[in-house]
């Protein structure tokens, strides 16, 4: 898996490309801005495949640290098979979900702003 980022001001875009499964978790888990606790992310999602449970359970688990340090991790650009897991699984409830990354961004932009 290839993991890009790139940064909008204080928050951080990151778009990893491929599968996301037990055998890529570590190298998501791995990722500076997604480990660093404090950082708000935007992760897109448009160029992962495949998403299973493992996957699935590392971006919950992200999510949960980041918010108990006060920043976030909002999901942007799922496609068809990726959505259709968080809609079978009823994770989107847990996530702000957007369809693009400017709406996803500015969304962390207002959020952090009003901190």
Same mark, same amino acid.
């Given at each position: 898996?290839?993991?890009?980022?790139?940064?909008?001001?204080?928050? @951080?875009?990151?778009?990893?490309?491929?599968?996301?499964?037990?055998?890529?978790?570590?190298?998501?888990?791995?990722?500076?801005?997604?480990?660093?606790?404090?950082? @708000?992310?935007?992760?897109?999602?448009?160029?992962?495949?495949?998403?299973?449970?493992?996957?699935?359970?590392?971006?919950?688990?992200?999510?949960?640290?980041?918010?108990?340090?006060?920043?976030?991790?909002?999901?942007?650009?799922?496609?068809?098979?990726?959505?259709?897991?968080?809609?079978?699984?009823?994770?989107?409830?847990?996530?702000?979900?957007?369809?693009?990354?400017?709406?996803?961004?500015?969304?962390?932009?207002?959020?952090?702003?009003?901190?």
């Amino acid at each position: 898996m290839i993991i890009k980022e790139t940064k909008l001001g204080n928050i @951080t875009i990151v778009a990893p490309d491929g599968t996301l499964d037990a055998s890529t978790v570590s190298q998501l888990n791995e990722n500076k801005a997604l480990s660093e606790n404090s950082v @708000t992310v935007v992760l897109d999602l448009s160029h992962v495949d495949f998403l299973d449970s493992s996957g699935l359970g590392a971006l919950v688990g992200i999510a949960r640290k980041k918010r108990e340090k006060k920043a976030d991790m909002v999901l942007t650009s799922m496609n068809d098979n990726v959505r259709k897991v968080f809609e079978i699984t009823q994770a989107y409830q847990l996530f702000d979900v957007y369809d693009d990354t400017r709406s996803a961004a500015e969304h962390c932009r207002t959020k952090t702003a009003g901190q």
